[in-house]
């Protein structure tokens, strides 16, 4: 069956860095266009950034010149570099494979952006 596996999530004061990872089985991964969205309490799901097949990128505003999406087809894995994290990052950060609102969902890892 389909797996996305997050990793990378934790606690980081703002200013600080983090690199999320989505590992990927069960899909023949380098034909899918990849993304991570983030959901934070009491908000809708959005969008942060996608990734296409061929490398094409698209970021949220809100993100943009901060955050860094990339894939390794050779090792099924998408990732998303964080910097410069505000407090206002904080959310539950998901892997999606094939699109919003279909396509296939991890199961979430936690960022929170505190001092």
């Known amino acids: 069956q389909v797996q996305l596996v997050e990793s990378g999530g934790g606690l980081v004061q703002p200013g600080g860095s983090l690199r999320l990872s989505c590992a990927a089985s069960?899909?023949?991964?380098?034909?899918?266009?990849m993304g991570w969205y983030r959901q934070a309490p009491g908000k809708q799901r959005e969008l942060v950034a996608t990734?296409?097949?061929?490398?094409?990128?698209n970021y949220a505003d809100s993100v943009k010149g901060r955050f860094t999406i990339s894939r390794d087809n050779a090792k099924n894995t998408v990732y998303l570099q964080m910097n410069s994290l505000k407090p206002e990052d904080t959310a539950v950060y998901y892997c999606?494979?094939?699109?919003?609102?279909?396509?296939?969902w991890g199961q979430g890892t936690q960022v929170t952006v505190s001092s």
């Open positions: 069960g899909i023949l991964f380098k034909i899918y266009t």
């Open positions: 999606n494979a094939g699109g919003w609102p279909s396509g296939y």
């Open positions: 990734i296409t097949n061929s490398g094409s990128t």
